[in-house]
């Protein structure tokens, strides 16, 4: 499939607007996927479309579209945005200009009466119709669009009921005597306020909403806009990022960022990785080893050679894999949006019942009754703040996350991660570092005297250069340390989980685990148990040699523990999280490993094709559970598990199987990961309590359902400024996720 296509859209108000836009990119041939992101005013589209077509469905559908290339890209973008928000804030007080000063003489007493100056009223309306048309015009025309596609929107109630303000007041103005003296009256100041009110509350809403996106602008502001090439001849030519290939040498000076991926060609450096990775502490970096475009140099001049630019570095990759969770819906909101889609329609239904009740029953003057409570419905029903509430929760989380070094993958894995009852830690490169080492080799007492412990080692690593598992790489390791000569060897065979079984001098040799010797049948002597149970008892995992169906030695292998893997572990227990420990090793290895860090619940000697089944065992309990992991053999059990948290050190394989990546490769961004879940789904219910509670309490006093009691009725200006708030709540409430304390014990 082609690369998505992402398009900067205008014109969307509410999640009404969201369900319009998804409709119409939907309807167009050739598309196969379309996620509208509101709080972002984004949509990326998959399927193989000419975005020209994209770009007029969505102007038919009365929104506007950019697609977001070469041509414009964030930077144009950010531009636009702020010219836009400059015109908002302008638009906001020239209608506030005309309508403060009316509200303000109304209260004091200081306008004159309606039928002594009809003449300084009807200035009055001209004035208050220039500010409905500069200031609210994209509304009434937003309305319009809306009507002739027959659907309904925030546009559509702002329009209705400042419209019908001006209207009537007009009417009186020009023919008082078409309703009795007690509803002569002229509410100019009213539909100004309202337009006024929600432009204000617009505007705030769209700084608040930049705040929340910068997380991903921080992302994208990582990479230098150009490279310095050091060309064949030597020379060196600051040029453009776009210009640099792969295989290019380029020069990184001290304190510039790594423009590109690649290698470290010539010198040495610390490099800060902490914005891709959340590690606060520099990483030493010598020739051969891997640099990432965003990362700073902190050390000396370097050479590197360029492996991957553009969309394949880590960083594009990342931003893209940010920019979709911030995009995704969970269950959640998909069920908001359905909500947000009928909202409008049934609000004006709601106004309409409203103004008949009152025109039918009201006292008089009903026709000022039913203009009074029918506006204030229209106006106090906000679908903004329920339309944001979920996506602004997810957009600021999601970022959160990303600054911790947790790239959130899938859109319901957030959701997910709030909800984990167990956690299962694969014990090798998850736990422990995943470079273990030979530490200790043992003879032992055979008929196969004739070799010296080097040849054996020698013939030992031969058989496990065909293995990828990381005791094998160990121990080829340890031969190389020593410059032994591998012997060579006819294709061993791998037997997952258990070892390796080979040929050498037409000698039949067996490497690997207690299951192995067991399965060919190989007698392991009293001498031999005890060695390996000192071993285990060390927290090392024991590999078995055997030849001609005689075990001959014992290779003792180490990896040690992450540093703060026991601190992580803690802080999931404390949590609530119930925590096991997964390996191949044997029972007794396991759990000196597993009480080193505080783990009481142990999976041990499990084969690669058994993690899968230990995760379903677990969820056969009614348990929700997460596996972490870093292998190929993980890849099963991530995709098995409600939510895959894989290791950002590990094998891409892994990664893809995942839900979450953890790129600085600590346990602490599982925790991390589980909090910021917790967190965000909190906010997301609390910006929905606040929505609902919201219109459930505000549509029935704006409808006058306590004049009755109190002869109280809610004013139009005062349902304007309540509903311009709930939106600018909303979007603060989820803002504070950025500062949420993600305490570390």
């Given at each position: 499939m082609s690369k998505p296509i992402r398009l900067a859209l205008r014109g969307m108000t509410c999640g009404a607007c969201v369900t319009s836009v998804e409709k119409a990119l939907q309807g167009v041939s050739g598309v196969q996927g379309v996620t509208v992101?509101?709080?972002?005013?984004?949509?990326?589209?998959?399927?193989?479309?000419?975005?020209?077509?994209?770009?007029?469905?969505?102007?038919?559908?009365?929104?506007?579209?950019?697609?977001?290339?070469?041509?414009?890209?964030?930077?144009?973008?950010?531009?636009?945005?702020?010219a836009a928000l400059k015109k908002v804030w302008i638009k906001t007080w020239v209608a506030l200009a005309v309508g403060v000063p009316q509200m303000l003489f109304m209260m004091t007493g200081h306008l004159p009466m309606l039928e002594e100056a009809r003449f300084t009223w009807g200035l009055i309306g001209l004035a208050t119709l220039f500010a409905m048309v500069y200031a609210g015009g994209h509304f009434y025309t937003g309305a319009w669009t809306a009507l002739k596609n027959r659907r309904a929107n925030m546009d559509s109630l702002i329009a209705l009921g400042t419209g019908?303000?001006?209207?009537?007041?007009?009417?009186?103005?020009?023919?008082?005597?078409?309703?009795?003296?007690?509803?002569?009256?002229?509410?100019?100041e009213a539909a100004a306020f309202i337009i006024g009110l929600v432009n204000l509350g617009s505007a705030l809403e769209t700084r608040a909403r930049g705040q929340a996106s910068q997380a991903i602008r921080r992302l994208m502001q990582l990479q230098p806009d150009t490279a310095t090439l050091i060309t064949p001849e030597g020379e060196e030519k600051e040029m453009r990022l776009a210009s640099i290939q792969p295989s290019d040498l380029l020069r990184v000076k001290p304190g510039e960022r790594i423009?590109?991926?690649?290698?470290?060609?010539?010198?040495?450096?610390?490099?800060?990785?902490?914005?891709?990775?959340?590690?606060?502490?520099?990483?030493?970096?010598?020739?051969?080893?891997?640099?990432?475009?965003?990362?700073?140099?902190?050390?000396?001049?370097?050479?590197m050679r360029v492996r991957k630019v553009g969309e394949e570095t880590a960083l594009a990759q990342i931003i893209n894999q940010v920019r979709d969770a911030q995009g995704s819906k969970p269950a959640i909101g998909r069920l908001v949006d359905k909500i947000s889609s009928i909202f409008v329609p049934i609000v004006i239904l709601i106004a309409l019942a409203t103004a008949l009740v009152w025109g039918f029953f009201g006292p008089e003057p009903q026709s000022a009754y039913v203009l009074i409570t029918a506006m204030a419905v229209l106006v106090i029903a906000c679908p903004c703040a329920l339309g944001l509430a979920t996506p602004m929760s997810i957009m600021v989380g999601v970022g959160r996350a990303a600054e911790k070094g947790v790239l959130i993958r899938k859109g319901d894995a957030l959701q997910e991660s709030s909800r984990l009852d167990a956690v299962i830690l694969d014990k090798t490169g998850t736990i422990t570092e995943g470079k273990p080492k030979l530490v200790t080799f043992k003879r032992l007492e055979t008929s196969q005297?004739?070799?010296?412990?080097?040849?054996?080692?020698?013939?030992?690593?031969?058989?496990?250069?065909?293995?990828?598992?990381?005791?094998?790489?160990?121990?080829?390791?340890?031969?190389?340390?020593?410059?032994?000569?591998?012997?060579?060897?006819?294709?061993?065979?791998?037997?997952?989980?258990?070892?390796?079984?080979?040929?050498?001098?037409?000698?039949t040799w067996l490497v690997g685990n207690?299951?192995?010797?067991?399965?060919?049948?190989?007698?392991?002597?009293?001498?031999?148990?005890?060695?390996?149970?000192?071993?285990?008892?060390?927290?090392?995992?024991?590999?078995?040699?055997?030849?001609?169906?005689?075990?001959?030695?014992?290779?003792?292998?180490?990896?040690?523990i992450k540093e703060d893997s026991a601190a992580a572990i803690q802080r999931l227990q404390k949590a609530g999280v119930r925590v096991v420990m997964l390996t191949g090793d044997s029972q007794r290895t396991a759990q000196a490993v597993a009480k080193q860090v505080g783990i009481s619940e142990i999976f041990a000697e499990v084969r690669p094709d058994q993690k899968a089944d230990k995760v379903r065992e677990l969820q056969d309990q009614g348990l929700r559970v997460g596996m972490v992991g870093d292998g190929i053999n993980d890849a099963p059990a991530l995709a098995q598990a409600h939510v895959g948290f894989a290791i950002g050190t590990g094998t891409d394989i892994a990664i893809e199987s995942a839900d979450l990546t953890l790129m600085r490769g600590s346990l602490q961004g599982v925790a991390d990961a589980m909090l910021i879940s917790r967190a965000t789904v909190r906010n997301i219910w609390q910006n929905l309590f606040g929505a609902f509670i919201y219109n459930t309490l505000g549509i029935p006093l704006a409808a006058g359902v306590l004049f009755p009691l109190t002869g109280w009725l809610l004013s139009p200006a005062y349902a304007a400024a309540a509903m311009a708030l709930s939106s600018v709540t909303v979007v603060s409430n989820a803002n504070r996720l950025r500062y949420i304390k993600l305490d570390k014990h």
């Open positions: 992101n509101l709080p972002d005013r984004s949509a990326e589209v998959k399927g193989e479309v000419d975005e020209k077509i994209l770009v007029k469905a969505v102007e038919d559908a009365g929104y506007g579209a950019t697609p977001m290339g070469a041509d414009y890209g964030e930077t144009e973008r950010q531009a636009e945005e702020a019908a303000a001006w209207i009537y007041s007009t009417l009186m103005v020009l023919w008082p005597e078409i309703v009795p003296p007690e509803g002569r009256h002229v509410y100019y423009p590109v991926d690649g290698v470290l060609a010539e010198g040495t450096t610390q490099v800060d990785e902490s914005m891709l990775t959340g590690e606060p502490l520099p990483v030493s970096k010598k020739k051969k080893d891997w640099l990432s475009a965003g990362t700073v140099n902190q050390g000396g001049s370097i050479k005297q004739t070799l010296t412990d080097d040849q054996l080692l020698a013939q030992l690593a031969a058989l496990e250069q065909a293995s990828e598992h990381p005791l094998a790489a160990a121990l080829v390791q340890a031969a190389k340390e020593k410059q032994l000569t591998l012997p060579k060897t006819a294709t061993p065979e791998i037997l997952s989980g258990q070892g390796i079984k080979g040929e050498i001098d037409s000698q207690r299951s192995l010797l067991e399965a060919e049948q190989v007698s392991i002597s009293p001498e031999a148990e005890e060695q390996a149970a000192a071993m285990a008892d060390q927290g090392h995992t024991c590999v078995h040699l055997a030849i001609k169906g005689e075990l001959v030695a014992l290779a003792g292998i180490a990896d040690p």
